[in-house]
């Protein structure tokens, strides 16, 4: 005898793992076609799961995954931080900036991992949690980017921004891509201009790096 499921919960876990296969995100239309059940039921799930922060809606209407999902895989976070932080490591101390992995939260990048050169003079302080909006620096500017770029990619794989976050602060980004349901990027800030043909294909180098651990 097949035993007993709750059909509400089965379409709820669907929902969220439609929506963390899209890079870019799925409308409630489309969420609905995707998995054959009307469109007043999908809405109610995914206002049930936004109300939990397991799923959030964009301003363009798409439902992206909620930051209530890193809450629940709080137990997670040492493997995800033992898996990139050594990239993140190796690229501060060979480029002397300090660098950082950031997430995505609504119209937000969070920093989640940093690295501080181990041996540099000066360089910037960048504290874990920090907040900035996804236009202000290279950090989510380069996600904003990939989301534009989609499966073409970015050429170079890289964003820069002269005044990142504050004045003078340069900074240079690169979206971690090919890992479900995770929209982050690694970059790198400093208080001097940033040589992008050397410092880009390192931090591209750390980037793909990350996503292929956190894969």
Known sequence: M????????????????????????????????????????????????????????????????????????????????????PALRMLADAVGCTAYLSLVDG??????????????????TYRVGSRSSLEAAAAGRAILAARTAGSRGLDPPWVVASEDGAPGVFGLAVPVLGVPGLEASVGVVSFREIDETDVGPRVARAAGEIARVLR
């Open 107 to 124: 119209p937000e990048t969070v920093a989640a991992l940093v690295a501080e050169p181990t041996r540099s003079d000066m360089h910037v």
């Open 2 to 85: 097949a035993a007993e499921t709750s059909q509400t919960l089965d379409r709820g876990i669907r929902v969220l793992e439609e929506v963390a296969d899209s890079g870019e995100g799925l409308t409630i239309t489309e969420l609905a076609n995707r998995l054959g059940i009307g469109r007043t039921v999908v809405y109610r799930l995914v206002v049930t799961l936004e109300q939990h922060a397991l799923i959030r809606r964009g301003g363009d209407g798409r439902c992206r995954l909620g930051m209530g999902v890193l809450a629940m895989g709080r137990q997670l976070q040492p493997v995800v931080r033992d898996a990139a932080f």
